[in-house]
C-alpha cells in the first residue's frame, strides 16, 4: 500500500482503525502516521472549541421572527437551523474536519 491509497481511505481508518494492510503501512510510514496522528489531535481539539449544545430555542426562535419581520428571512423549515443553515456547533465542527481533511490530502498547507 502507497500514501495515496492510504489516504483514500483514511477516514474509514480515522473511524474504525483500518485493515492488516492499512495498519502495515500506518506503522511504516512516518508521514502516513504523522497525518493520523494531527488528525486525531485536530478532532480532540475541536471538541473543546464549542459547547455540544445549541442555545435554547427561544433564542433562535426570536433571531428568526426579529428577521421575519425585517423581510431578511423566510420562515424556518426546521428547528437547529438559522435561515437554512446548520446551527453553530455543527458547521464549526464540519469545517474543522473538512479543513483537517484538506491538509491531510495536501489542498492547505
Given at each position: 500500500m502507497n500514501c495515496a491509497e492510504f489516504q483514500k481511505v483514511?477516514?474509514?481508518?480515522?473511524e474504525s482503525g483500518g485493515n492488516a494492510e492499512?495498519?502495515?503501512?500506518?506503522?511504516e510510514?512516518?508521514?502516513c502516521s504523522?497525518?493520523?496522528?494531527?488528525l486525531r489531535y485536530i478532532a480532540?481539539?475541536?471538541k473543546l472549541l464549542l459547547p455540544m449544545h445549541d442555545p435554547s430555542p427561544k433564542v433562535w426562535d426570536?433571531?428568526?421572527?426579529?428577521?421575519?419581520?425585517?423581510?431578511l428571512a423566510k420562515p424556518a423549515r426546521a428547528r437547529g437551523r438559522l435561515l437554512g443553515f446548520p446551527s453553530l456547533p455543527s458547521l464549526s465542527i464540519f469545517l474543522l474536519l473538512f479543513a483537517a481533511a484538506a491538509v491531510g490530502f495536501g489542498l492547505l498547507k
Open positions: 483514511l477516514p474509514y481508518i480515522i492499512e495498519e502495515a503501512h500506518l506503522r510510514c512516518d508521514v504523522d497525518l493520523v496522528q494531527d480532540e481539539q475541536a426570536g433571531i428568526q421572527e426579529n428577521l421575519q419581520r425585517e423581510g
